[in-house]
């Protein structure tokens, strides 16, 4: 299976993965400021990637809210390693 994602930042299929798998340690705790940036940013750059089983069940898991999820996990470091 093959996902396009829409990203905030540009970057390698390599890094899109490690955030992309960082959705599995996901917890409640959401930082809603975070998310509201990572829905309303623009995100110019496109990345496909072929999924593994594995993150295909990551996938089915977040559904629809998985670029999004994504995007967050991508803000949510840089904004730690700021």
Same mark, same amino acid.
């Given at each position: 299976? #093959?996902?396009?994602?829409? %990203?905030?930042?540009p970057m390698d !299929?390599?890094?899109?993965?490690?955030?992309?798998? #960082?959705?599995?340690?996901?917890?409640?705790?959401?930082?809603l400021?975070? %998310?509201?940036?990572?829905?309303? @940013?623009? +995100?110019?750059?496109?990345?496909?990637l072929?999924?593994?089983?594995?993150?295909?069940?990551i996938?089915?898991?977040?559904?629809? !809210?998985?670029?999004t %999820?994504?995007?967050?996990?991508?803000l949510?470091?840089? +904004? @730690?390693?700021?």
């Amino acid at each position: 299976m #093959k996902q396009h994602f829409t %990203l905030i930042k540009p970057m390698d !299929a390599k890094a899109v993965r490690y955030y992309f798998h #960082k959705l599995e340690n996901l917890n409640d705790e959401i930082d809603l400021d975070i %998310l509201i940036k990572a829905i309303t @940013t623009n +995100k110019p750059f496109k990345r496909p990637l072929t999924l593994t089983e594995e993150e295909e069940g990551i996938i089915n898991r977040y559904g629809r !809210a998985t670029n999004t %999820l994504t995007n967050y996990m991508i803000l949510k470091e840089s +904004k @730690t390693h700021v």
